[in-house]
């Protein structure tokens, strides 16, 4: 059975540009997080979406949104870019949604923005 | 929101030793996560505790509830336990994600 897919692996965009970013759950999962790590850090929590609705958001401004579709795969698009979005950004899946699930993490998109 | 601690920021051992790495938290949680992350980003779930202790071949975690604080440990290390192992936890509402920790870097040498 696959794991969690995220595309593309790696990403260059410059200042002011906008990004979209998609993660697969595993089959199954109904619930998807996002998640941004900027080096030598640990993650910071940014999305979780569960039955395509919004279910948690970070301390992250408007230029970041996502969504979920009806077959639990999601986006995570990156508006207005700076320098700062550079960063690998994980996707999680779990199931179901309760605060006891494990998350099983994908390999990550690793964004740059020059 | 819950500051997660972890302890030591770095850590080198020589294969064969005992390690332990501490993870502790400010506000009650619902379930505290271990990861291990190599080089490259891609992140393992290792444990995930809500008491107690867990046992996984080499690598044993506990979690103390009362004093917010866990421990990772790994008997018997190998080079190939090198990464970075992070404590994160979900808080005791269940929603807003994960927060983690900074992590620990662990490099085992030969």
């Known amino acids: 059975d696959a794991g969690v897919t995220q595309s593309p692996t790696h990403l260059i965009k410059t200042r002011g540009q906008q990004v979209t970013l998609r993660c697969s759950p595993i089959?199954?999962?109904?619930?998807v997080s996002w998640y941004q790590q900027v080096l030598g850090q640990g993650p910071q929590f940014i999305f979780q979406?569960?039955?395509?609705?919004?279910?948690g958001r970070g301390n992250f401004p408007d230029r970041f949104s996502a969504r979920q579709f009806p077959n639990y795969s999601s986006e995570l698009n990156v508006n207005a870019l700076l320098l700062g979005d550079s960063a690998l950004y994980l996707c999680?899946?779990?199931?179901?949604?309760?605060?006891?699930?494990?998350?099983?993490f994908g390999p990550g998109t690793r964004l740059t923005v020059l | 929101k819950n500051e997660v601690e972890q302890s030591p920021q770095n850590l080198t051992a020589q294969e064969g030793e005992f390690i332990t790495i501490n993870c502790s938290y400010s506000v009650g949680i619902s379930a505290l996560h271990w990861l291990q992350q190599h080089p490259g980003g891609g992140i393992v779930s290792l444990f995930m505790?809500?008491?107690g202790k867990k046992k996984h071949g080499r690598l044993i975690a506990t979690i103390n509830i009362q004093e917010k604080h866990s421990s990772l440990h790994i008997t018997a290390s190998h080079p190939r336990d090198s990464a970075v192992y992070i404590c994160a936890v979900r808080d005791g509402r269940g929603a807003d994600g994960l927060t983690f920790g900074k992590g620990t870097h662990l490099i085992i040498q030969p």
């Open positions: 089959s199954g999962h109904k619930s």
């Open positions: 505790l809500s008491s």
């Open positions: 979406y569960y039955e395509k609705e919004e279910r």
């Open positions: 999680a899946s779990s199931s179901p949604f309760r605060g006891t699930d494990t998350q099983y």
